[in-house]
Every structure is written in structure tokens, then in C-alpha cells.
């Protein structure tokens, strides 16, 4: 049996994951928030104290790595690292560096390629990240790009981190957001750019509300 798939891509906190989730429960299929898998790698590299952006050391640490993602009563997608629930973790401000740095190592990509197609093949789903549209899911039924500016994006990244009590201010986000979008757009390996088949859609100024009507109104005139 052939599922539907629903590609989303855009730089960091263009609102992808909560409009994904909010679309996928809407829709009836899984959510699968590929960001996370990513963390995961990166926080893998921190506890272990590797360098990031050393592609060799991180490359030996995939060898023994354990990384389970699994779905749990709450319908949350968890992150499991060498059996451990790290799906908390994986959120705090360092890591993002870290899980940004990692997925610019091709053999990072590679090691997670396979493990998020086969998520799509287990049913319907909508994926998010920065190359499901044009790498991961070339052939997704539905391609959006979501995108906003820069200062809104941190302004709700920031927001997101104070009410997880967090400590840091506006500016550092906005810093580090910036630092993200030119990492990941201006990697050799799957960099961060909008399939040509997909719709680019800009929430900057939206509501969440508005935004997740737009993209549920064209998603059901694409499907
Ligand atoms: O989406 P999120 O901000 O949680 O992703 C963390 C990092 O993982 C991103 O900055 C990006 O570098 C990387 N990533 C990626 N490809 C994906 C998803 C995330 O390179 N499909």
C-alpha cells in the first residue's frame, strides 16, 4: 500500500514543528520532527565531549551509537539515546549548536537517511527538517517551504525558551539563528533550499492560527 507523505522544510523556527504537529493531528497521520533525530546525534557528540565540527571523531562515535525514536501513549515522538529518554534534553540552547554542527557531516546524514524513509513507509506521514523535500523525500505527495524573518523566528524561539525556563536573551537567539540558517543553507551535504516543486509559504506576522489554515487549506487542494 502506497501512504501519503507531506514534506516541510524551512529554516529554524519557522514554526515547522508545532504547525507539522498541529497539521498531522488534523490530518490523522504521524508526525515525524526530523530536527529531533539530529538533536540527538549532537547531544550524543557533546555528552561524549566530541568536537561537532569534527567530522572524523563524530563519524567513529555513529558506530556504537544507539538512537530509538518511538512514539509514546501522549503521541509525542521520543528520543532514545543508549536507551535513555533524552526527548527534553535534545531541546536545550547548546545542543542546537551542536546538532547543527553534526549535520553538516555527510556520514551523519547517511546514517539517518535510511531511518527516516523507512518512517515513511510504515504509513502516512508528515515530515519535517531542512532537505526532507529534496532529499530525504524527493517524491512526498505535498512540499512546503516555511519560512519568516529572521527576527521573527527568534522572537518566538526566544519566547519558547523562557517558558521552558530557560536562560538567555533576544539578542544571543537572534545571533544564533542567523549562525544556523548560514550553516545549514551553505553545507556541501543536503543544504537547507526550497524543493522546486515545493510552495514556499511565509509566515511572518501570522498568527499560528493563520498559518496552520493556510497550509491545511493547501495541503487538502494538493492531496
Ligand atoms: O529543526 P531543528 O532546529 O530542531 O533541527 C536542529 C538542526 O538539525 C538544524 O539546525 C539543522 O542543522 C539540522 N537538521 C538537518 N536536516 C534535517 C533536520 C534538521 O540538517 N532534516
Redo the contacts with the bound molecule.
Keep these: 500500500m502506497n501512504y501519503h507523505s507531506i514534506a516541510i522544510?524551512g529554516p529554524?523556527g519557522a514554526g515547522?514543528?508545532t504547525l507539522a504537529r498541529m497539521l498531522a493531528q488534523e490530518l490523522g497521520y504521524l508526525y515525524v520532527?526530523?530536527?529531533?533525530?539530529?538533536?540527538t546525534v549532537?547531544l550524543c557528540a557533546f555528552r561524549k565531549g566530541v568536537e561537532p565540527t569534527d567530522a572524523r571523531a563524530v563519524t567513529a562515535l555513529l558506530d556504537g551509537m544507539e538512537i530509538d525514536l518511538r512514539y509514546e501513549q501522549d503521541g509525542v515522538q521520543h528520543m532514545y539515546l543508549d536507551g535513555e529518554d533524552v526527548t527534553r534534553e535534545i531541546r536545550r540552547h547548546e545542543i542546537?549548536r551542536y546538532?547543527?554542527d553534526v549535520?553538516?557531516i555527510p556520514a551523519v546524514?547517511a546514517f539517518l537517511l535510511e531511518r527516516q524513509r523507512e518512517l515513511a513507509r510504515r504509513g502516512d506521514v508528515i515530515m519535517?527538517?531542512?532537505?526532507?523535500g529534496t532529499v530525504?523525500l524527493p517524491g512526498a505527495d505535498v512540499k512546503l517551504f516555511l519560512t519568516a524573518s529572521a527576527q521573527d523566528r527568534a522572537r518566538r524561539r526566544f519566547a519558547e525558551l523562557q517558558q521552558r525556563g530557560q536562560e538567555t536573551d533576544y539578542e544571543t537567539v537572534l545571533r544564533d539563528i542567523r549562525k544556523?540558517d548560514e550553516?545549514?543553507t551553505r553545507r556541501a551535504a543536503?543544504p537547507?533550499r526550497q524543493a522546486e516543486d515545493a510552495l514556499l509559504v511565509d509566515t511572518t506576522g501570522n498568527t499560528l492560527e493563520e498559518s496552520f489554515q493556510v497550509l491545511l487549506q493547501t495541503i487538502k487542494e494538493r492531496l
Aim: net charge neutral; proline share 0%.
Design positions: 522544510d529554524s515547522k514543528s520532527d526530523t530536527g529531533a533525530i539530529y538533536r549532537g542546537s546538532a547543527s549535520s553538516a546524514r519535517d527538517g531542512r532537505d526532507i530525504v544556523r550553516n545549514d543536503a537547507l
